[in-house]
């Protein structure tokens, strides 16, 4: 046996490669998960359950990366949920449930609601400590980790009829609110022109948090009483500010992307597609429950732009790993490419 080079000390090059992968990694899930949403919402069955395996063979990749580090690299873990991009853990926990709720996997969707619900104050906690001032986008991850517990919630509730599923995520709904109102102020509004892609999540939050709504006034439309009917207009109401809201940011990143052109690939661009899918459900979403035939058109048109936007980074992120076997050393490290700037 070689004394210098045996295969327990010189990595191979997908090893090194695999142990490169940032925490923001997770948004690929939330964008393939929330894309297969979209095209379930729109019909498009074959290329839902196209991305929804995807976006599981994704998933169960991440989380055999998340426990290995987790038991076996205690401190490179805590260094990584310290990051902002950690909260995609939860998020993407959280939309690949919603997924599969749709499909009437319940079981499977309430273990996953279940273990987000577990992980979301440990990463939260964590996350929040290293908060700073001029924050990246990704500082509204600590949104949109709640409100997709508040989604998943309700989508469950109305699934399966259980009344305090809604109660329920009414309280990650508010809270992710009030989180977005505290990233907001911690946001670097430079980002819009400088982001290299998380920037979009400060659209994306709204966008998850107007989906949450539209969920949760869809389980009150299922027959079950859930509220009074003022508690339901102002429900009501505060949704479609939100989809407002969003689509007012969407349409500033969108002319900023044009104004101050970032096409270099990063993994940061999946949280750029994550609020593209978002929006299209959201606004999908919200033409259905509050009966608004005419959203539903732009819904359409919105999901087909997020299809564009994951096949360009797609592309983008096979490039970069090809190049990333060959030489693994010139990957970005974990915490520089989510790390508060």
């Not at 939330?30 to 069955?45: D, R």
């Not at 508010?174 to 819009?192: E, S």
């Not at 992307?257 to 459900?281: C, H, I, K, N, Q």
């Not at 033409?287 to 959203?295: E, G, R, T």
Request: charged share 10%.
């Amino acid at each position: 046996m070689s004394s210098g080079t045996s295969s327990g000390t010189l990595p191979s090059p997908q090893r090194a490669w695999w142990a490169q992968r940032p925490p923001a990694a997770g948004a690929a899930v939330m964008a393939t998960g929330i894309l297969s949403v979209a095209l379930h919402l729109t019909g498009h069955e074959v290329l839902s359950r196209i991305a929804l395996f995807l976006a599981c063979a994704a998933w169960v990749t991440l989380a055999a990366n998340f426990v290995y580090l987790l038991l076996a690299e205690r401190p490179q873990w805590l260094t990584r949920a310290g990051t902002p991009g950690a909260l995609t853990a939860v998020a993407a926990t959280t939309v690949l449930g919603t997924r599969l709720s749709l499909l009437g996997w319940t079981t499977l969707a309430a273990a996953l609601l279940a273990l987000a619900t577990l992980l979301w104050p440990v990463l939260l906690l964590l996350v929040v400590r290293h908060w700073g001032r001029r924050m990246p986008g990704a500082v509204f991850l600590g949104c949109v980790a709640t409100e997709g517990l508040a989604v998943l919630g309700a989508t469950l509730s109305a699934v399966t009829s259980t009344p305090w599923l809604a109660h329920a995520a009414l309280v990650p709904f508010w809270l992710g609110i009030v989180l977005y109102l505290i990233a907001l102020f911690r946001f670097d509004l430079r980002q819009v022109a400088r982001g290299s892609g998380d920037h979009w999540v400060a659209g994306g939050a709204l966008a998850i948090s107007a989906l949450a709504g539209a969920k949760l006034l869809a389980a009150a439309g299922t027959g079950m009483y859930l509220w009074n009917s003022d508690d339901g207009a102002v429900l009501h109401d505060v949704t479609v500010f939100l989809l407002i809201l969003d689509l007012a940011w969407y349409v500033v990143l969108l002319v900023a992307e044009f104004v101050w052109p970032r096409v270099r690939y990063d993994v940061r661009r999946w949280s750029t597609v994550f609020p593209l899918g978002m929006t299209a459900a959201a606004t999908l979403s919200v033409s259905a429950a509050i009966d608004v035939a005419w959203l539903d058109a732009p819904g359409r048109v919105l999901m087909w732009i997020a299809v564009a936007g994951w096949l360009a980074v797609a592309a983008g992120a096979v490039a970069q790993a090809r190049a990333g076997l060959r030489s693994p050393g010139t990957g970005t490290s974990a915490v520089t490419s989510t790390a508060p700037r």
